[in-house]
């Protein structure tokens, strides 16, 4: 079954689910019930009901009871008026009703279910519930009405549906999966970071393994950059106002920032009432991009000097509702690998090329090779909601294109979907589950050259607007960190490890043989750790096993005696006794063919 048609069938089993509330609780208001990417779902009022997994299973039989009776779906076009009738004890449906009518429709449809039930809705549907294949109801949370939390908190229902059982099957095996490799409860589990109320929510924190993982990552980035040209910046974690005026940030993008901060005056001025003798206000910024284009407008610059590849892991902070937040891979503070790369637009093909190949390496480097992207582009019935001209963005697009044809990506054109200021290129990797999850792009600027009357000398020794393009190969270091972890469950490859080898003693008398050997891969490079708490052996193996470090050395009598290390590999179990520098040397090229 295509796409189209899974999710007219979905639609129509979110109707069904409907129905089955309807006869189940008493008073239910309705408000909105869509399809979504592997489902569907839909609100309901019920009062001061809080729905509970037992509420779920009795829905679910309610709907499978009702889908037997072959109920047809049929179409009624009502006016206005008449549809406010209908709806006189639904406020969910009246209110939407009064709102297509203000944007000037005169009748609206809807759709019943046989007898039972009837709901506002453009539609498509199915012919009837005979059609609806294996269904599941997944969970229930809440949910505000229009994601307003100033409105009235709703009871939203999950649920998914497919042609045949054994797609929702192995859909339901996934969803198993999934949980298993949850980062949040991985990253307790191992302790790489920790999310505190005290702090803030969507402010994660990364305790020691997580933050040498991110330094890691972070040190072969700083590499791999400076391999391919790039030169590193810096910039502040706050900016003028005036600068997010310039920028246009302050009026295009204000829902995703906070309000200005006032620096112009101490806390302790403010706590006593004083006012500031100069009012300064300053933004959290959302984006390095204006203080990279200040670096660059800091002299004239000359066509010799093109391109520059200006490079920074950037902290930035983004308004999200706190219901919206999620472990590692939503937060309102992330750092972002960001790069700007001004250039002529002789340059802009080449420049594009390298990086689509940057991106493919890096990728692939972490395990990555299968992935999806996508070519936005902007709406050309709507042009005045775009910066730059139209001689600008057809060059760009049809660069981009030829960029992704010749490079062989597997991509989809969207149209509409580009950013106000030009064009992109973004990249979804699939993780091992077939889930896809937004990280590198590759973006075309228009309106900051314009904005800040971006210049360069060309070769004629005129005065030229350069091209200037964005880009990120993690996306954040945080989404990419949540990423990688569901992506290996916890069980990183060993150059990524941040604990790659644990020593465990047998006894209190093999404890300096263990610092021993400790020592002496530290002094290799290796990350090391001893467990010579007074546990049982097979405890601090079960420990490493669940912990999911690549390597756990087991020290005895035996091995002191040999000047060796009986090895257990992850995944693989006991290895037997090897050579302690011989094991070195294995660590050490692993570490290079893993990479």
């Known amino acids: 079954m295509d796409k189209e048609k899974l999710d007219i069938m979905r639609h129509s089993a979110s109707h069904l689910m409907a129905a089955a509330v309807k006869e189940l609780f008493e008073d239910v208001k309705f408000a909105i019930g869509p399809t979504i ?18 509420d779920l299973l009795k829905i679910e039989e309610k709907m499978k009871e009702i889908a037997k009776q072959n109920l047809k779906f049929e179409r009624e076009e009502v006016k206005i008026a008449d549809a406010l009738k209908k709806v006189k004890d639904q406020p969910y449906k009246e209110e939407l009703i009064k709102d297509l009518e203000k ?71 996934r969803l198993v999966e999934a949980e298993k490799r949850d980062h949040r ?48 910046v810096r910039s502040p974690h706050i900016g003028s106002k005036k600068l997010w005026e310039t920028s246009g940030h302050w009026g295009f993008f204000s829902q995703n920032m906070y309000p200005p901060l006032e620096v112009g005056r101490t806390l302790e001025d403010l706590k006593a009432g004083k006012k500031a003798e100069v009012k ?31 490079a920074e892991c950037g902290t930035v902070y983004r308004y999200e509702k706190a219901g919206e937040l999620s472990g590692l891979t939503r937060v309102r503070g992330f750092t972002q690998d ?18 689509a190949d940057f991106i493919t390496y890096m990728l692939s480097t972490f395990g990555f090779k299968d992935y999806n992207v996508y070519l936005s582009l902007r709406d050309p019935k709507n042009k005045e909601k775009y910066a730059g001209n ?22 989809k054109k969207e149209i509409g979907e580009a950013a106000f200021y030009g064009p992109k290129l973004d990249y979804k990797i699939k993780d091992c589950l077939g889930r896809e ?17 971006m210049k360069f000398v060309n070769d004629q020794g005129k005065e030229e607007q350069p091209y200037m393009l964005h880009r990120a190969l993690f996306g954040s270091f945080e989404r990419f960190i949540g990423v990688l972890i569901e992506h290996y469950a916890g069980a990183l490859p060993l150059w990524l490890s ?26 290799e490079g290796i990350r090391v750790e001893l467990d010579l708490l007074n546990e049982t052996v097979g405890n601090k193996i079960r420990k490493a096993e669940k912990e999911k470090i690549p390597f756990t050395l087991v020290v005895g009598d035996k091995e002191i005696a040999a000047k060796a290390v009986a090895v257990r590999k992850r995944g693989e179990g006991d290895k037997g006794p090897q050579d302690l520098e011989k094991f070195i040397e294995m660590i050490k090229q692993e570490n290079i063919d893993k990479k």
């Open 390 to 411: 139209d001689e600008g963005w057809e060059f760009t697009e049809k660069i981009m294109e030829e960029v992704a044809i010749e490079k062989k990506l597997n991509f």
């Open 498 to 523: 941040p604990v790659q080898v644990r020593i465990i003693n047998i006894g209190a008398a093999h404890e300096k043989y263990c610092q021993e050997v400790h020592d002496r891969l530290l002094q």
């Open 37 to 54: 990417d592997e489902g569907f779902y839909y609100d309901f009022d019920l009062g001061k009901k809080t729905l509970n997994q037992d």
């Open 185 to 232: 409860k991985i990253g307790k589990e191992q302790e790489l970071f920790l999310i505190d109320q005290t702090v803030g929510v969507g402010l994660p924190m990364f305790q020691p393994k997580g933050a040498l993982l991110w330094r890691i990552m972070e040190e072969f980035w700083y590499q791999e950059h400076l391999k391919n040209g790039y030169q590193l």
């Open 437 to 453: 999850w937004q990280c590198s792009t590759l973006q075309f600027d228009f309106n900051l050259p314009q904005r800040f009357d």
């Open 280 to 310: 300064e206000e300053y933004l959290l910024k959302p984006m390095n991009c204006p203080f990279h284009v200040i670096l660059y407008n800091s002299r004239p610059r000359s066509y010799r000097e093109l391109p520059l590849r200006w």
């Open 338 to 355: 960001d790069a700007h790369i001004i250039c002529s637009k002789k340059q802009v093909k080449s420049e594009l090329l390298k990086v």
């Open 103 to 173: 944007e000037g429709e005169k009748k609206v449809s809807f759709y019943k279910l046989g007898d039972i039930f009837e709901d506002l809705c453009r539609g498509p549907h199915i012919k009837s519930t005979k059609e609806i294949g294996p269904f599941k109801l997944l969970r229930a949370s809440g949910a505000y009405w229009r994601g307003d939390e100033k409105n009235k908190m709703l009871q939203r229902i999950y649920g998914t549906a497919f042609e045949k059982q054994k797609e929702l099957d192995e859909y339901l095996n």
